[in-house]
Structure formats: C-alpha cells, structure tokens
C-alpha cells in the first residue's frame, strides 16, 4: 500500500520548514532593505524566467546585494544551494516512511544523488567566483555557466525520475514541489549569472 500518514507527511513538512528556516537564518539577510537596493533586485530579476521568485528569494538580501551584479549572481547560487540541500535532506527523510513503495523509494534515492551532484556543482561554481582574481574573467564565468547549467540538468534529471511512478498524494506534492523549487531558483541564478555576464564581459 502506497500510503504515509498525515503524521508522518507533516513530520516531514515540519522537518524541511525547520531546515528553511535554519538556511534563512544563517544567510542573515538585513531586515530593512534598501530602496535602491531592492529596485536593482526588481530590475534585474526580469532578465529571469521565474520573477516573481526571483525576487521574493532575493529581496530580502538587498542589504548584502546593494546593487551589485556580482553579489546578486552569486546570492542567488547561494540560495539555490540552500534549497537543494534541504530539498535533498527531506526526500532522504521521506524515503524512509513506511509505505512507500520499493519503486518510488528507488526513485527517490536516484533524485537524492541527482541533488547531491547538483550541490557539488553549486559549491563549485560559488568557489571559482569567491577565487575571481579578475585576471581571466571569461574563463571564470564560462566554468560557473557550465556547472550552473550542469546543476540545472541534474534537477531536471531528478525530477523525470518521477515520471509515472503511482505515489500518494501528498508526498508527490512534497517532492514535486521541491524539485520544481529547486530547479526554478537555479534557472534564475543562471539568468542572474549571464546578466553578469554581458555586464562585464
């Protein structure tokens, strides 16, 4: 039986809002945004996809950001690696429910290693920028563009692996709507980072 109690699916809701709120936390954005600083936030999250989530997951940095391309590139991988690690660490936490099939247990595991990947991509990609000496700026952005972009394959990869598997409701919820999450942020960073780019390219 495909099945995982309400208990338990808010166990698990509880679970990745404790981690959300733990990464919110520790990237300690100000509380009171610059007006500036959130207008070049609102300004350049329209050369993303997602805009609206680009600048709720943003704004609230504007401090941090200023309006520097740079720091606004590199904020948004910050928290696309965020979301991937507690979106990995709640699928691991699911995995484990009792009655949950074999199948979309596999499947999940396959995701978690699709994120962990993905994680590694991100981390990469903030270090070559953390490192950029200025000397080869070309170089720098065309490796972050290869990983992010990597990253992004990697989500979407995780999130095939779902495809017609027979899931209870709320946990395909759960999953789906992380992954989706996920996968979003990172195609905004992209933008963000190529927005970077032709800047100062």
């Known amino acids: 039986m495909e099945s995982l109690s309400s208990k338990q699916f808010f166990a698990s809701l509880f679970i990745l809002l404790a981690i959300s709120s733990y990464i919110n936390s520790s990237l300690a954005p100000t509380p009171t945004p ?8 609102k300004t350049s999250c329209n050369s993303t996809t997602y805009k609206k989530l680009c600048f709720t997951s943003l704004s609230t940095y ?3 950001i200023q309006t520097s391309p740079e720091l606004l590139a590199m904020t948004a991988i910050n928290v696309t690696l965020s979301s991937a690690k507690s979106t990995s660490t709640m699928m691991v936490n699911l995995s484990k429910s009792q009655g949950i099939s074999p199948k979309v247990v596999a499947a999940m595991k396959d995701c978690v290693e699709e994120l ?4 590694y991509e991100l981390k990469k990609s903030i270090g070559e920028m953390k490192n950029n000496k200025g000397s080869n700026f070309q170089l720098m952005i065309n490796d972050i563009q290869t990983w992010v972009s990597a990253a992004l394959t990697d989500e979407t990869t995780c999130s095939d692996g779902f495809q017609g ?3 209870n409701g709320n946990v395909k919820t759960l999953v789906r709507a992380g992954i989706v999450n ?3 942020l990172t195609s905004n960073a992209l ?3 190529n927005r970077y780019a032709s800047l100062y390219g």
Not at 116 to 119: G, L
């Open 34 to 41: 610059n007006k500036v600083s959130t207008e070049f936030i």
């Open 165 to 167: 598997k027979a899931m």
């Open 116 to 119: 962990s990947d993905s994680v």
């Open 191 to 193: 933008a963000l980072i």
């Open 62 to 64: 504007a401090n941090l």
């Open 182 to 184: 996920v996968a979003h």
